[in-house]
């Protein structure tokens, strides 16, 4: 059964780098794409982007000029880099796999992790 | 852009109830609508997919339905362990989701 896991740091200043990994276990994360979400009071939640083993990132154009996603599959891992965070970058970020093997459309999330709370804040 | 605007934001309900909450869509999504449960420090499940679709091991109470802009989520007899926050999203293009239904315990 596969399980993700978000982790990093919990506590990010302004004007600093977020960065998160999702620990992918129970499969190998070829064949996938892997979303990032994050939810917070003011926005709810959020679609972030996506990756894929095969190279291909879909980012949300609100925040694509912040956002960085890469892959490491000797890891099984997937990582998230948001530049120049403020405030408003507080939230919860959650890492979930799309339902379908590598559909180039958009699909359901299934399944997603705990979710980790990053707070910025100086 | 596909705005989703849910309703309500949250609703009392007694075991045994049955529960409707509804999503609208700013233009349609075809039938890229999926439904999900969040609890507090648990991983959000995946209830229903492609509007109707019931994932595997969901119980049979959930049902999604819909069509055009208006789609809705029916918990047919609620049970102690649905409540929780409900939200629908689209995947039609850069997914979007809803604001989320809490349903609480009248």
């Known amino acids: 059964q596969v399980q993700l896991q978000e982790s990093g740091p919990g506590l990010v200043k302004p004007s600093e780098t977020l960065s998160l990994t999702c620990t992918v276990s129970?499969?190998?994360?070829?064949?996938?794409?892997y979303n990032w979400i994050r939810q917070s009071a003011g926005k709810g939640l959020e679609w972030i982007g996506r990756i894929s083993t095969t190279g291909r990132i879909n980012y949300n154009p609100s925040l694509k000029s912040r956002v960085i996603m890469s892959v490491d599959t000797s890891k099984n891992q997937v990582s998230l880099t948001l530049n120049s965070v403020t405030v408003a970058d507080t939230a919860v970020y959650f890492c979930?796999?799309?339902?379908?093997?590598?559909?180039?459309?958009?699909?359901?999330?299934?399944?997603w992790g705990r979710g980790t709370l990053v707070t910025v804040s100086s | 852009d596909i705005q989703m605007t849910q309703s309500p934001s949250s609703l009392s309900a007694s075991v045994g109830d049955r529960v409707t909450i509804s999503c609208r869509a700013s233009r349609s999504p075809d039938n890229y609508v999926n439904w999900y449960q969040f609890k507090p420090g648990q991983a959000p499940k995946l209830l229903i997919y492609t509007v109707s679709r019931l994932q595997s091991g969901v119980p049979s109470r959930f049902i999604g339905s819909g069509s055009g802009t208006d789609f809705t989520l029916t918990i047919d007899t609620l049970q102690p362990e649905d409540f929780a926050t409900y939200f629908c999203q689209q995947t039609y293009n850069t997914p979007t989701f809803g604001q989320g239904t809490k349903v609480e315990s009248k």
């Open positions: 979930a796999r799309d339902g379908i093997v590598l559909s180039g459309s958009f699909n359901w999330f299934n399944p």
């Open positions: 129970g499969e190998s994360i070829n064949n996938h794409y």
